[in-house]
C-alpha cells in the first residue's frame, strides 16, 4: 500500500522562553529524535538534526525571532537520527571521538527495515520499541518521494566539543558534558544557574540503547554517576518527554539495577 503523504513534516513546541522542541513525526519512534532549537540573545543553537530526510534549515528559519541571525548546530552524538541535516549549517559542532563519523556516516543509512542490522532490530525490540514495518517513515514528506533515495550524508565538524568547553547563547552558557555509554563521545549541554540539562541519548524517558557498537555498560555507569551529582531541574532528552530530577532518578535507578551495579 503506497504511503500516504504528510501534512507538515516536523513539528514544533514551544518548551520555554527560547526553547523550541522539533520532532519527525512521521519518523518511527526508535529514530525520532529530539531537535532542540534555542533562541539565544547573541546566537542561536539546534541541538541535532534529525533524519535528514528533508530540509531542516528552512523550517528553522521560519520559527526564529530573527532567521539572520548565527545559529550553531550542536550534534549530541552521530545516530542517524540526530545528524541528518548537519551539512545544513555551517558551523558545526561535534565531540572528537565521533568526528570521524559525523564527516562519513558508517551506520545505518536507509529508511528500509531491511538495511537494519538483524542485532540492531533485535536490540530495539528487547529494549521495548515497537516492530518497524517495511520502512522507518509512515508517511512520505512530499508527493513522489522515493524512500530509496535517501542518505544520510553527514558533514565535517568546523569544531570539537570537549568536557568543560562551553558553548555560549550569550544569555545562555551551557558546559560540555561527555556522557559516553550509549555512543563513544555523546556529548550532554548543562547550564547550572538554571538546572536545564540536554542530555541527549545519555537518558531520555523511554528505553535507553546500551547494547551496540560504541556502546558500553561501565561508560554509562559513570556517566549516570556524573548526571546524579547534577542539581538538575529539567532534562530534556534525546527522546521522548522531558522531566523531572526524581524521575532522573528512577531511570538511573533503574538501569543501575539492571546492570546489577
Ligand atoms: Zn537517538
Ligand atoms: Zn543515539
Same mark, same amino acid.
Given at each position: 500500500?503506497?504511503?500516504?503523504?504528510?501534512?507538515?513534516?516536523?513539528?514544533?513546541?514551544?518548551?520555554? /522562553?527560547?526553547?523550541?522542541?522539533?520532532?519527525?513525526?512521521?519518523?518511527?519512534?526508535? /529514530?525520532?529524535?529530539?531537535?532542540?532549537?534555542?533562541?539565544?540573545?547573541?546566537?542561536?543553537?539546534?541541538?541535532?538534526?534529525?533524519?535528514?530526510?528533508?530540509?531542516?534549515?528552512?523550517?528553522?528559519?521560519?520559527?526564529?525571532?530573527?532567521?539572520?541571525? +548565527?545559529?550553531?548546530?550542536?550534534?549530541?552524538?552521530?545516530?542517524?537520527?540526530?545528524?541528518?541535516?548537519?551539512? /545544513?549549517?555551517?558551523?558545526?559542532?561535534?565531540?572528537?571521538?565521533?568526528?570521524?563519523?559525523?564527516?562519513?556516516?558508517?551506520?545505518?543509512?536507509?529508511?528500509?527495515?531491511?538495511?537494519?542490522?538483524?542485532?540492531?532490530?533485535?536490540?530495539?525490540?528487547?529494549?521495548?520499541?515497537?516492530?518497524?514495518?517495511?520502512?522507518?517513515?509512515?508517511?512520505?514528506?512530499?508527493?513522489?518521494?522515493?524512500?530509496?533515495?535517501?542518505?544520510?550524508?553527514?558533514?565535517?565538524?568546523?569544531?570539537?566539543?570537549?568536557?568543560? +568547553?562551553?558553548?555560549?547563547?550569550?544569555?545562555?552558557?551551557?558546559?560540555?558534558?561527555?556522557?559516553?555509554?550509549?555512543?563513544?563521545?555523546?556529548?550532554?549541554?548543562?547550564?547550572?544557574?538554571?538546572?536545564?540539562?540536554?542530555?541527549? &541519548?545519555?537518558?531520555? &524517558?523511554?528505553?535507553?540503547?546500551?547494547?551496540?557498537?560504541?556502546?558500553?555498560?561501565?561508560?554509562?555507569?559513570?556517566?549516570?554517576?556524573?548526571?546524579?551529582?547534577?542539581?538538575?531541574?529539567?532534562?530534556?532528552?534525546?527522546?521522548?518527554?522531558?522531566?523531572?530530577?526524581?524521575?532522573?532518578?528512577?531511570?538511573?535507578? /533503574?538501569?543501575?539495577?539492571?546492570?546489577?551495579?
Amino acid at each position: 500500500m503506497p504511503l500516504p503523504v504528510a501534512d507538515t513534516w516536523f513539528t514544533a513546541q514551544k518548551i520555554s /522562553e527560547g526553547v523550541t522542541l522539533i520532532l519527525e513525526p512521521h519518523v518511527h519512534v526508535l /529514530e525520532q529524535a529530539n531537535l532542540w532549537l534555542v533562541e539565544g540573545r547573541d546566537r542561536d543553537m539546534i541541538l541535532d538534526t534529525g533524519m535528514g530526510i528533508v530540509p531542516l534549515k528552512p523550517f528553522l528559519d521560519s520559527l526564529r525571532s530573527d532567521p539572520t541571525k +548565527d545559529i550553531i548546530c550542536v550534534s549530541s552524538h552521530t545516530h542517524i537520527d540526530h545528524i541528518g541535516g548537519v551539512h /545544513e549549517f555551517d558551523t558545526r559542532l561535534v565531540h572528537p571521538l565521533e568526528a570521524e563519523e559525523m564527516a562519513a556516516p558508517s551506520g545505518l543509512n536507509s529508511l528500509f527495515r531491511k538495511d537494519v542490522p538483524e542485532q540492531l532490530l533485535q536490540t530495539f525490540l528487547d529494549a521495548g520499541y515497537p516492530p518497524i514495518d517495511e520502512l522507518l517513515i509512515d508517511a512520505l514528506p512530499h508527493a513522489g518521494y522515493d524512500p530509496a533515495s535517501y542518505v544520510l550524508r553527514g558533514a565535517p565538524a568546523t569544531g570539537l566539543l570537549e568536557e568543560g +568547553d562551553t558553548v555560549d547563547l550569550g544569555n545562555h552558557r551551557y558546559e560540555v558534558l561527555h556522557l559516553p555509554g550509549h555512543s563513544p563521545g555523546g556529548i550532554g549541554l548543562w547550564e547550572a544557574s538554571t538546572g536545564t540539562l540536554f542530555a541527549a &541519548d545519555a537518558i531520555y &524517558d523511554g528505553p535507553l540503547i546500551y547494547e551496540g557498537p560504541g556502546m558500553s555498560v561501565e561508560a554509562y555507569l559513570q556517566t549516570f554517576d556524573k548526571l546524579k551529582a547534577l542539581d538538575v531541574r529539567i532534562v530534556h532528552g534525546g527522546h521522548d518527554p522531558s522531566f523531572g530530577p526524581a524521575r532522573m532518578a528512577e531511570i538511573i535507578a /533503574e538501569y543501575e539495577a539492571r546492570w546489577g551495579a
